[in-house]
C-alpha cells in the first residue's frame, strides 16, 4: 500500500518538474522590456515585447499611451521613429510608430511591430521629419535600458 502512495507522490512531482520547466522555457523565448520615464514626454508609458520564433527572427511589439502628438513636441516634428541597437552597430531605423487617438479617449495611444533577424540590445524612438532617416536626431522621446 504505501508503495502505490510513495509512487503516486513521485508522479505528482514528475509532473509538477515538468510544468515548471516548460513554464520556463516558455517564458525564455519572450522579454517585455518597459521604456524608461521620459523628460520630452514624461506623461508617456510603454513597454517592448521581444518574441524569437521558431527561425530565429526576433518580433518586435512596441505599445505606448499617454504620447503626445509630434507636433506639439519642440520643435515640432513630423513622425517618431523606431531605432534599434544591436551589439557594437549603429542605430538602425526600424520604422515609424503608428498612433492614435479619437475624439471619444484622451488617451494617446502608440503601437509598432516588426520583425528582426537580429536581436535588440536597445530600442528608442526619436522624433523625425523624415520617416527614412539613417541618423537618429538629438530628440531622444523614449528609450530602454539595455536588454
Same mark, same amino acid.
Given at each position: 500500500?504505501?508503495?502505490?502512495?510513495?509512487?503516486?507522490?513521485?508522479?505528482?512531482?514528475?509532473?509538477?518538474?515538468?510544468?515548471? +520547466?516548460?513554464?520556463?522555457?516558455?517564458?525564455?523565448?519572450?522579454?517585455?522590456? *518597459?521604456?524608461? #520615464?521620459? =523628460?520630452?514626454?514624461?506623461? $508617456?508609458?510603454?513597454?517592448?515585447?521581444?518574441?524569437?520564433?521558431?527561425?530565429?527572427?526576433?518580433?518586435?511589439?512596441?505599445?505606448?499611451?499617454?504620447?503626445?502628438?509630434?507636433?506639439?513636441?519642440?520643435?515640432?516634428?513630423?513622425?517618431?521613429?523606431?531605432?534599434?541597437?544591436? +551589439?557594437?552597430?549603429?542605430?538602425?531605423?526600424?520604422?515609424?510608430?503608428?498612433? *492614435?487617438?479619437? #475624439?471619444? =479617449?484622451?488617451?494617446?495611444? $502608440?503601437?509598432?511591430?516588426?520583425?528582426?533577424?537580429?536581436?535588440?540590445?536597445?530600442?528608442?524612438?526619436?522624433?523625425?521629419?523624415?520617416?527614412?532617416?539613417?541618423?537618429?536626431?538629438?530628440?531622444?522621446?523614449?528609450?530602454?535600458?539595455?536588454?
Amino acid at each position: 500500500m504505501k508503495t502505490i502512495d510513495v509512487n503516486s507522490f513521485i508522479k505528482n512531482v514528475f509532473r509538477g518538474l515538468l510544468a515548471i +520547466g516548460l513554464l520556463f522555457s516558455f517564458s525564455a523565448c519572450s522579454q517585455k522590456v *518597459s521604456f524608461l #520615464t521620459s =523628460s520630452v514626454v514624461p506623461a $508617456a508609458q510603454g513597454y517592448v515585447k521581444v518574441d524569437k520564433d521558431d527561425n530565429n527572427n526576433h518580433t518586435i511589439h512596441i505599445e505606448i499611451t499617454n504620447l503626445a502628438e509630434v507636433s506639439r513636441l519642440q520643435p515640432p516634428n513630423q513622425t517618431y521613429v523606431v531605432w534599434m541597437v544591436t +551589439g557594437q552597430e549603429m542605430p538602425q531605423n526600424i520604422g515609424q510608430l503608428d498612433s *492614435s487617438s479619437s #475624439t471619444f =479617449s484622451k488617451t494617446l495611444k $502608440a503601437s509598432f511591430k516588426t520583425i528582426s533577424s537580429s536581436k535588440p540590445n536597445k530600442i528608442f524612438i526619436t522624433a523625425e521629419d523624415d520617416p527614412s532617416t539613417q541618423y537618429a536626431s538629438r530628440q531622444v522621446v523614449l528609450s530602454t535600458n539595455t536588454f
